[in-house]
């Protein structure tokens, strides 16, 4: 381990070191959890299974997306479900002065 005194080193080192601390430890607990699930795997492998049948994960349904709720004015291709952060042409119309009603498809 590094012997260094940390009362001698500046702000903008500190926040450095700070920084690089926590991408280590963030790859270091990556790292431990792909060992793992490495071995988690082959153990079901061992078993005649795959993870995702012991975790039950082929039983989940998938969501499809949501349908799109909103297209933009000018640009037929570019439209919104409604859902989540609202996209920046969309944000850019009402500021300009149209009603969401405007741009709701069907």
């Known amino acids: 381990m590094a012997d260094f005194d940390l009362e001698a080193l500046s702000l903008t080192e500190l926040r450095k070191l ?9 790859t270091y607990e990556d790292r431990q959890k792909a060992e ?13 299974y795959s993870l ?4 039950g ?4 349904p998938k969501r499809a997306p949501a ?14 479900s409604g859902r989540g952060r609202k996209p920046l042409w969309f ?12 741009m709701k498809i069907g």
């Open 18 to 26: 700070h920084k690089d601390i926590a991408k280590s430890i963030s």
């Open 36 to 48: 793992a699930r490495a071995k988690v795997e082959a153990f079901a492998k061992d078993l005649g």
């Open 52 to 55: 995702a049948e012991l975790m």
């Open 57 to 60: 994960e082929d039983a989940k």
């Open 67 to 80: 349908p799109a709720k909103y297209r933009h004015p000018e640009n037929p291709a570019l439209t919104w």
């Open 91 to 102: 944000v850019e119309a009402l500021d300009a002065g149209k009603a969401a009603e405007d």
